[in-house]
C-alpha cells in the first residue's frame, strides 16, 4: 500500500503541471459613478477589484493567517498532519473536517472550477498546492487568497467585501471589521449578519475567535482584543443592470464602444476594473423616476402598458445628460424610449422653421393669417401628391381661426397655418438645414414642406440636444454621458466633444427663445407658468408643446439658461412596430393626450424639484419690436345666412408674394385658383387677382395669375406706341408676336385713332402671344365707337380706314 500510494504521488507530480489560472481570476470589476460620486452600478464578470498586500493594512493578511492556517508560513504548502486527522474522522464516522491550509484554498480558488470537491480533486490539490509553494513565494500565495476568496454579496476578495458590507475600501477596513470579514469565509452565505438573529449569533462568534487568536499570535494586543465591538454591516443592495440603472449602464456602455471615442469593449469593462465618471445627476436622475411614476397604470384611467415615456435633461453649457429616463425595468423590456425610440415630434419642430425666417430676415412682429382650413399652395402631404387643406388645432369644426396675427402670436398658439405659409416663404429646405445645426441627426430630418410639423421621427435624446442648443443660445456641444474612464490613475478616456460656437446667430437665438417664452406665458404651454417663481425674480422658461396627427405621440421641450429637459410620450402598436394614438390616462383620461396634458405637467413637476435651490438666471436681454400696423382684416366667418352665403374678394394683392395673397384670399372665403404667367417680375409674384374688392359668393373660383420669372421665350412689348396711330400699334405688337386687343375710350384730349395706353405697358417682358390690351381714343363722342378692324393699308384715322 506504501508503495502503490508513492506510486500513485508520482504520477499525479509527474501529470499535473500546475494550470493556466481561470479566465475570471485577473479580472475586476468596473464601476461607474454619478456626476455626485454615488455608485451607480458595476460591470462585473464577477465584482473583484485585486490591491497589492503593499495597498492593504497589514492585519488583513495577519487576520487571515491567524484564523485559517497559522502554520501557512513554515509549512510546504500541505499539512500533512491535519490531512491524517481530517481522513481518520471522515472515514471512522466522526465529524467531517477539512485540512485545507491557505495555500490549497488558493490552488482551490485560482485554479479549479466550482463544485470540484470528489477525493481525486482534493488529490490533485494536494499535489499543485506542493507545486505552487515551490513556485510562488509565500506573499504572492497570501496576496492571491486575499483578492480571490468570496466573501459573500457577490464579492470576492477584500476590496470589494469592504465595500459591500461596510461601503469602504480595504484600506480603510478597522480590525474588528477585518475579524469579521474574515470570521466569515467558511460559510458566507449562511453568516452574513443580514441573514438573521442566528447568522449574526454565529458571526460574532466566528469574529471573537478571530480576534483572539490574532492576540494570541501577537498581531494584536489584548487590550485592542478588549476593546473591540462587532461591527455594523450596511444594509445590502445588490447592484445589478435592472430598474434604471440598467438603462443607464448600456448607454455608458454604447458611448464607451464608439470608435470614434473610448473604443472599450463589454469585455474591457468587465474585466478591468475600470472607474467611470458620468454625467448623470443622481439627485436629477430620482426626480425623472418619479415623475414618470405619476402615471397610473392601474386602476382606473389606466395608462396602456405600451406607452414610451422620454424624459431627459441636458445641461446646455457643455451637452451634458444629467437625466435619462427611457424605461421602467431594464429586466424586463431592455429598450429605452429615450434614445432607441423614436416618434414624430409634432410641433416642437416648429422653432427650426422660426429661426430659418428669422435668419432670412423675417421679423416676430410680421403678420399671417391664421385662419382655417387653408388651401396653401404646394401644401402636400407627401411630395408629388394632391394639394391638400391644412387645419389648425382646435374643437371647432375645421380647426380654430387665429385672424391675422404676427408669428410671436402664432408660436404661442402653435398656429399651424402660419406655419405652413412661413415654410412655404423660406423653403423646407431651410427648416431641415437649420435642425441639423441644432444637433437633430440628418437621418431624422427631411425637406419635405411638412417638416414643420414635425412629421420625421425624432428621438428624445436628439430633441434634446437640439433645445440645449437652444437654451445655449446658439452654441451646440456633443450630447454625452460619460466624462472620464481611469485605470487606477492612469486616465484611459476623457471625454472632449466637439462644440460648435454660434450654430446659429445669439442675435436670432435671442429672438426665438423670446418667441418660446410666450408659449408659457401666453399659449399652450401655460401650465410651466409655475416654474416662473416669484414675481420679484422670477424664473423664465421658454419652451415648446407638440402633437401629432391622431395622438400618436406628445411632447413638451422646454429649457431655462441652466438647463434643457424634454418630455415625450409615444405608444407602441400591438404589433410592436407601429404607433397607436396613445390611451388617454389620469385627470386626461376623458380627453385627447396632447403636449399641453401631461408632458407640460409632468415637465413642470420634474423642473421643479431639480430646480430647488438653483440659482435664477436670465435669458439675453431682447425688447420685442413693435407691432406692426394690422392689415385690413379679412372678413370673419358669420353665423347669418346672408354674410355665410357673400364674401368680399380682398384688395391690394397684386405685388405680394403667392403664399401670402393666397392664404389671404382663403381666409376671405374664396377659392383662388392660380395661373403660371412668365413676366420680368420675380417668380412667386401676384401679377393680377380676379374681381378685386367685389362681393361674390363664398367659395367662388378667383384666378390669381402668379409671375413665374421671366420666360426663354418672351418678348418685349414695344414702346414708341403711345400717342402713335391705332394702325402703326396693331403692326408693332403683331410684329413683335403679341395678340393687340383693340378697345376705344372717349376722350377730349387724344384726338380720336390715337394710342391712349397699353396693359402690359411698353418695355414689359411677356410669354410670346400674350394678349395686349390697346386702349385707343375715339374722339370727343360725336362719332360712333368704332366696332370693326381697318382694312389693310388703313391708317387708323378715319380716312380710308374701312371703318363702317
Same mark, same amino acid.
Given at each position: 500500500?506504501?508503495?502503490?500510494?508513492?506510486?500513485?504521488?508520482?504520477?499525479?507530480?509527474?501529470?499535473?503541471?500546475?494550470? *493556466?489560472?481561470?479566465?475570471?481570476?485577473?479580472?475586476?470589476?468596473?464601476?461607474?459613478?454619478?456626476?455626485?460620486?454615488?455608485?451607480?452600478?458595476?460591470?462585473?464578470?464577477?465584482?473583484?477589484?485585486?490591491?497589492?498586500?503593499?495597498?492593504?493594512?497589514?492585519?488583513?493578511?495577519?487576520?487571515?493567517?491567524?484564523?485559517?492556517?497559522?502554520?501557512?508560513?513554515?509549512?510546504?504548502?500541505?499539512?500533512?498532519?491535519?490531512?491524517?486527522?481530517?481522513?481518520?474522522?471522515?472515514?471512522?464516522?466522526?465529524?467531517?473536517?477539512?485540512?485545507?491550509?491557505?495555500?490549497?484554498?488558493?490552488?482551490?480558488?485560482?485554479?479549479?472550477?466550482?463544485?470540484?470537491?470528489?477525493?481525486?480533486?482534493?488529490?490533485?490539490?494536494?499535489?499543485?498546492?506542493?507545486?505552487?509553494?515551490?513556485?510562488?513565494?509565500?506573499?504572492?500565495?497570501?496576496?492571491?487568497?486575499?483578492?480571490?476568496?468570496?466573501?459573500?454579496?457577490?464579492?470576492?476578495?477584500?476590496?470589494?467585501?469592504?465595500?459591500?458590507?461596510?461601503?469602504?475600501?480595504?484600506?480603510?477596513?478597522?480590525?474588528?471589521?477585518?475579524?469579521?470579514?474574515?470570521?466569515?469565509?467558511?460559510?458566507?452565505?449562511?453568516?452574513?449578519?443580514?441573514?438573521?438573529?442566528?447568522?449574526?449569533?454565529?458571526?460574532?462568534?466566528?469574529?471573537?475567535?478571530?480576534?483572539?487568536?490574532?492576540?494570541?499570535?501577537?498581531?494584536?494586543?489584548?487590550?485592542?482584543?478588549?476593546?473591540?465591538?462587532?461591527?455594523?454591516?450596511?444594509?445590502?443592495?445588490?447592484?445589478?443592470?435592472?430598474?434604471?440603472?440598467?438603462?443607464?449602464?448600456?448607454?455608458?456602455?454604447?458611448?464607451?464602444?464608439?470608435?470614434?471615442?473610448?473604443?472599450?469593449?463589454?469585455?474591457?469593462?468587465?474585466?478591468?476594473?475600470?472607474?467611470?465618471?458620468?454625467?448623470?445627476?443622481? %439627485?436629477?436622475?430620482?426626480?425623472?423616476?418619479?415623475?414618470?411614476?405619476?402615471?397610473?397604470?392601474?386602476?382606473?384611467?389606466?395608462?396602456?402598458?405600451?406607452?414610451?415615456?422620454?424624459?431627459?435633461?441636458?445641461?446646455?453649457?457643455?451637452?451634458?445628460?444629467?437625466?435619462?429616463?427611457?424605461?421602467?425595468?431594464?429586466?424586463?423590456?431592455?429598450?429605452?424610449?429615450?434614445?432607441?425610440?423614436?416618434?414624430?415630434?409634432?410641433?416642437?419642430? %416648429?422653432?427650426?422653421?422660426?429661426?430659418?425666417?428669422?435668419?432670412?430676415?423675417?421679423?416676430?412682429?410680421?403678420?399671417?393669417?391664421?385662419?382655417?382650413?387653408?388651401?396653401?399652395?404646394?401644401?402636400?402631404?407627401?411630395?408629388?401628391?394632391?394639394?391638400?387643406?391644412?387645419?389648425?388645432?382646435?374643437?371647432?369644426?375645421?380647426?380654430?381661426?387665429?385672424?391675422?396675427?404676427?408669428?410671436?402670436?402664432?408660436?404661442?398658439?402653435?398656429?399651424?397655418?402660419?406655419?405652413?405659409?412661413?415654410?412655404?416663404?423660406?423653403?423646407?429646405?431651410?427648416?431641415?438645414?437649420?435642425?441639423?445645426?441644432?444637433?437633430?441627426?440628418?437621418?431624422?430630418?427631411?425637406?419635405?414642406?411638412?417638416?414643420?410639423?414635425?412629421?420625421?421621427?425624432?428621438?428624445?435624446?436628439?430633441?434634446?440636444?437640439?433645445?440645449?442648443?437652444?437654451?445655449?443660445?446658439?452654441?451646440?456641444?456633443?450630447?454625452?454621458?460619460?466624462?472620464?474612464?481611469?485605470?487606477?490613475?492612469?486616465?484611459?478616456?476623457?471625454?472632449?466633444?466637439?462644440?460648435?460656437?454660434?450654430?446659429?446667430?445669439? *442675435?436670432?437665438?435671442?429672438?426665438?427663445?423670446?418667441?418660446?417664452?410666450?408659449?408659457?406665458?401666453?399659449?399652450?404651454?401655460?401650465?410651466?407658468?409655475?416654474?416662473?417663481?416669484?414675481?420679484?425674480?422670477?424664473?423664465?422658461?421658454?419652451?415648446?408643446?407638440?402633437?401629432?396627427?391622431?395622438?400618436?405621440?406628445?411632447?413638451?421641450?422646454?429649457?431655462?439658461?441652466?438647463?434643457?429637459?424634454?418630455?415625450?410620450?409615444?405608444?407602441?402598436? %400591438?404589433?410592436?412596430?407601429?404607433?397607436?394614438?396613445?390611451?388617454?390616462?389620469?385627470?386626461?383620461?376623458?380627453?385627447?393626450?396632447?403636449?399641453?396634458?401631461?408632458?407640460?405637467?409632468?415637465?413642470?413637476?420634474?423642473?421643479?424639484?431639480?430646480?430647488?435651490?438653483?440659482?435664477?438666471?436670465?435669458?439675453?436681454?431682447?425688447?420685442?419690436?413693435?407691432?406692426?400696423?394690422?392689415?385690413?382684416?379679412?372678413?370673419?366667418?358669420?353665423?347669418?345666412?346672408?354674410?355665410?352665403?357673400?364674401?368680399?374678394?380682398?384688395?391690394?394683392?397684386?405685388?405680394?408674394?403667392?403664399?401670402?395673397?393666397?392664404?389671404?384670399?382663403?381666409?376671405?372665403?374664396?377659392?383662388?385658383?392660380?395661373?403660371?404667367?412668365?413676366?420680368?417680375?420675380?417668380?412667386?409674384?401676384?401679377?393680377?387677382?380676379?374681381?378685386?374688392?367685389?362681393?361674390?359668393?363664398?367659395?367662388?373660383?378667383?384666378?390669381?395669375?402668379?409671375?413665374?420669372?421671366?420666360?426663354?421665350?418672351?418678348?418685349?412689348?414695344?414702346?414708341?406706341?403711345?400717342?402713335?396711330?391705332?394702325?402703326?400699334?396693331?403692326?408693332?405688337?403683331?410684329?413683335?408676336?403679341?395678340?393687340?386687343?383693340?378697345?376705344?375710350?372717349?376722350?377730349?384730349?387724344?384726338?380720336?385713332?390715337?394710342?391712349?395706353?397699353?396693359?402690359?405697358?411698353?418695355?414689359?417682358?411677356?410669354?410670346?402671344?400674350?394678349?395686349?390690351?390697346?386702349?385707343?381714343?375715339?374722339?370727343?363722342?360725336?362719332?360712333?365707337?368704332?366696332?370693326?378692324?381697318?382694312?389693310?393699308?388703313?391708317?387708323?384715322?378715319?380716312?380710308?380706314?374701312?371703318?363702317?
Amino acid at each position: 500500500m506504501l508503495s502503490l500510494g508513492i506510486g500513485v504521488f508520482t504520477a499525479g507530480w509527474i501529470g499535473w503541471a500546475v494550470p *493556466e489560472e481561470n479566465p475570471n481570476i485577473g479580472s475586476e470589476t468596473t464601476t461607474v459613478y454619478y456626476a455626485d460620486k454615488k455608485v451607480m452600478g458595476k460591470f462585473a464578470a464577477i465584482d473583484r477589484t485585486i490591491r497589492g498586500l503593499d495597498e492593504l493594512p497589514p492585519y488583513i493578511p495577519q487576520a487571515v493567517v491567524a484564523s485559517e492556517d497559522q502554520g501557512f508560513e513554515s509549512h510546504m504548502g500541505v499539512d500533512p498532519v491535519g490531512i491524517v486527522r481530517a481522513a481518520l474522522s471522515n472515514v471512522t464516522g466522526g465529524g467531517r473536517q477539512g485540512a485545507s491550509t491557505l495555500t490549497q484554498q488558493y490552488v482551490e480558488n485560482t485554479y479549479f472550477e466550482p463544485g470540484q470537491s470528489t477525493y481525486a480533486d482534493k488529490f490533485r490539490e494536494i499535489i499543485l498546492a506542493l507545486k505552487v509553494d515551490q513556485e510562488k513565494s509565500k506573499d504572492e500565495i497570501l496576496e492571491g487568497y486575499v483578492n480571490s476568496i468570496y466573501l459573500g454579496r457577490g464579492a470576492y476578495g477584500f476590496e470589494a467585501a469592504a465595500k459591500a458590507y461596510f461601503n469602504k475600501p480595504a484600506a480603510e477596513l478597522t480590525v474588528s471589521e477585518t475579524a469579521m470579514l474574515v470570521g466569515i469565509i467558511p460559510s458566507p452565505s449562511y453568516w452574513d449578519p443580514r441573514f438573521g438573529e442566528e447568522s449574526r449569533a454565529v458571526a460574532e462568534q466566528k469574529w471573537a475567535r478571530v480576534l483572539r487568536n490574532m492576540a494570541d499570535m501577537g498581531v494584536i494586543s489584548q487590550e485592542e482584543r478588549n476593546a473591540a465591538t462587532f461591527p455594523e454591516p450596511i444594509e445590502y443592495k445588490p447592484v445589478s443592470r435592472a430598474g434604471q440603472v440598467g438603462y443607464l449602464l448600456e448607454e455608458v456602455r454604447k458611448e464607451l464602444a464608439d470608435p470614434n471615442g473610448a473604443n472599450l469593449s463589454e469585455e474591457d469593462l468587465m474585466n478591468n476594473g475600470y472607474e467611470i465618471r458620468t454625467t448623470i445627476n443622481s %439627485k436629477f436622475q430620482k426626480a425623472a423616476v418619479e415623475t414618470a411614476n405619476t402615471i397610473p397604470y392601474k386602476g382606473e384611467g389606466a395608462a396602456s402598458d405600451r406607452l414610451g415615456v422620454s424624459i431627459v435633461s441636458i445641461d446646455p453649457k457643455d451637452g451634458a445628460v444629467r437625466a435619462l429616463y427611457g424605461g421602467k425595468d431594464y429586466a424586463e423590456v431592455q429598450y429605452n424610449s429615450a434614445t432607441d425610440g423614436k416618434a414624430q415630434p409634432g410641433s416642437t419642430a %416648429k422653432p427650426f422653421t422660426l429661426i430659418g425666417a428669422l435668419e432670412e430676415g423675417h421679423e416676430l412682429n410680421e403678420y399671417y393669417n391664421g385662419n382655417s382650413p387653408m388651401q396653401i399652395p404646394g401644401w402636400t402631404t407627401e411630395p408629388g401628391g394632391p394639394e391638400v387643406e391644412l387645419t389648425n388645432f382646435g374643437t371647432e369644426e375645421g380647426g380654430e381661426s387665429f385672424g391675422d396675427i404676427d408669428l410671436v402670436k402664432a408660436t404661442a398658439d402653435s398656429v399651424n397655418t402660419v406655419y405652413a405659409q412661413l415654410n412655404v416663404d423660406i423653403g423646407p429646405k431651410k427648416s431641415q438645414e437649420v435642425a441639423i445645426r441644432a444637433g437633430i441627426p440628418e437621418a431624422s430630418t427631411n425637406a419635405t414642406l411638412s417638416n414643420v410639423l414635425g412629421t420625421e421621427p425624432v428621438r428624445a435624446i436628439d430633441l434634446a440636444g437640439a433645445y440645449a442648443t437652444f437654451a445655449a443660445q446658439g452654441t451646440r456641444h456633443k450630447t454625452h454621458i460619460v466624462t472620464s474612464v481611469m485605470d487606477g490613475e492612469e486616465g484611459v478616456y476623457t471625454f472632449t466633444g466637439d462644440t460648435v460656437k454660434d450654430a446659429i446667430d445669439p *442675435e436670432v437665438m435671442a429672438k426665438a427663445t423670446y418667441a418660446l417664452t410666450q408659449v408659457v406665458e401666453q399659449g399652450s404651454g401655460a401650465p410651466a407658468q409655475e416654474l416662473l417663481g416669484p414675481d420679484g425674480n422670477p424664473r423664465p422658461v421658454a419652451g415648446k408643446t407638440g402633437s401629432t396627427n391622431g395622438n400618436k405621440s406628445a411632447w413638451f421641450a422646454g429649457y431655462i439658461p441652466q438647463l434643457t429637459t424634454v418630455v415625450g410620450l409615444y405608444q407602441t402598436g %400591438k404589433d410592436g412596430k407601429s404607433q397607436d394614438s396613445i390611451t388617454p390616462f389620469g385627470e386626461w383620461a376623458n380627453y385627447s393626450l396632447t403636449g399641453g396634458t401631461w408632458p407640460v405637467t409632468a415637465w413642470t413637476h420634474y423642473m421643479q424639484a431639480v430646480t430647488e435651490g438653483m440659482e435664477v438666471e436670465q435669458f439675453p436681454d431682447y425688447v420685442p419690436p413693435a407691432p406692426k400696423p394690422s392689415p385690413t382684416p379679412t372678413p370673419s366667418p358669420s353665423p347669418s345666412e346672408e354674410q355665410d352665403d357673400m364674401v368680399v374678394v380682398p384688395a391690394g394683392l397684386v405685388g405680394q408674394q403667392v403664399v401670402s395673397a393666397a392664404a389671404t384670399l382663403s381666409g376671405a372665403g374664396v377659392n383662388p385658383q392660380l395661373v403660371e404667367v412668365a413676366s420680368d417680375q420675380p417668380p412667386g409674384i401676384v401679377l393680377s387677382v380676379e374681381k378685386e374688392g367685389q362681393e361674390v359668393r363664398r367659395n367662388t373660383p378667383i384666378r390669381v395669375e402668379v409671375s413665374t420669372g421671366p420666360d426663354e421665350d418672351t418678348v418685349t412689348v414695344p414702346g414708341g406706341l403711345i400717342g402713335g396711330d391705332e394702325n402703326n400699334a396693331r403692326g408693332q405688337l403683331r410684329a413683335a408676336g403679341l395678340d393687340p386687343a383693340i378697345s376705344y375710350q372717349e376722350s377730349d384730349d387724344v384726338p380720336q385713332g390715337q394710342v391712349i395706353s397699353l396693359n402690359p405697358g411698353e418695355g414689359a417682358t411677356v410669354p410670346r402671344g400674350s394678349r395686349v390690351e390697346v386702349i385707343v381714343s375715339s374722339g370727343s363722342g360725336d362719332i360712333g365707337i368704332p366696332t370693326g378692324e381697318p382694312t389693310e393699308g388703313g391708317n387708323g384715322n378715319g380716312n380710308g380706314g374701312g371703318r363702317p
